[in-house]
Nanobody, 127 residues
């Protein structure tokens, strides 16, 4: 049973930073690509960032590119999302997700490519 547990969300002022973590368990973590998504109230869940099994390939939504960094520590079975220069429009519940694929390709921006999901962590950015 794969389990993903996000942490690190919270309330932060605009311009601030947060580092989200997602701890995985249940199967070999190091062979699967991972993704971060977010969902704001009344909106669909959207892609934020993705990373290949070895961290060699990363991908970002235009809305967070240049402000965010996705990384992973396979020894700790954890993927991270560092977010800087946060804006009120970044307010959402952030989810990590795991695919059945190892290598990252642009189709992994699609929510349907992810089989396992965490419960999410709330990020609120005040203006």
């Amino acid at each position: 049973q794969v389990q993903l547990a996000e942490s690190g969300g919270g309330l932060v002022q605009a311009g601030g930073s947060l580092r989200l973590s997602c701890a995985a368990s249940g199967r070999t973590f190091s062979v699967y690509a991972m993704g971060w998504f977010r969902q704001a109230p009344g909106k669909e869940r959207e892609f934020v960032a993705g990373i290949s099994w070895n961290g060699g390939t990363t991908d970002y939504a235009e809305s967070v590119k240049g402000r965010s960094t996705v990384s992973r520590d396979n020894a700790k079975t954890t993927v991270y999302l560092q977010m800087n220069s946060l804006k009120p429009e970044d307010t959402a519940v952030y989810y990590c997700a795991q695919t059945e694929r190892a290598w990252y390709t642009s189709n992994l921006r699609n929510i349907l490519e992810y089989k396992y999901w965490g419960q999410g962590t709330q990020v609120t950015v005040s203006s």
